[in-house]
Nanobody, 122 residues
Framework: QVQLVESGGGLVQPGGSLRLSCAAS????????MGWYRQNVGKQRELVAA???????NYVDSVKGRFTISRDNAKNTVYLQMNSLKPEDTAVYYC????????????????WGKGTLVTVSS
């Protein structure tokens, strides 16, 4: 089965940095778009950053200039480098990917990681 596993979350002080990783594993034919979402208590899950298979990126306005999304296709991994972190960034961060499994006749499917907690606090 195809799975996404996140890592890199933790506690960091305001102004600090953190790097999240998400590795896809299993019977994968190809991976299209990948991205990071976040959700805090009582709030809707929001798209933080996304990256296409060709490397085009998109960010929510609140993280532009502070976060950078990247991917390593050889490792089936997407990263989120988070700098200048603010308390408002506190959330569970979820990895998301559109993946075409083997056999590819099944088509492209949405996959989600279980999430990693990021806490920004003094």
């Amino acid at each position: 089965q195809v799975q996404l596993v996140e890592s890199g979350g933790g506690l960091v002080q305001p102004g600090g940095s953190l790097r999240l990783s998400c590795a896809a594993s299993g019977s994968i034919f190809s991976i299209d778009d990948m991205g990071w979402y976040r959700q805090n208590v009582g709030k809707q899950r929001e798209l933080v950053a996304a990256i296409t298979g060709s490397g085009n990126t998109n960010y929510v306005d609140s993280v532009k200039g502070r976060f950078t999304i990247s991917r390593d296709n050889a490792k089936n991994t997407v990263y989120l480098q988070m700098n200048s972190l603010k308390p408002e960034d506190t959330a569970v961060y979820y990895c998301h990917a559109i993946i075409r499994p083997i056999p590819p006749q099944l088509g492209a499917l949405d996959y989600w990681g279980k999430g990693t907690l990021v806490t920004v606090s003094s």
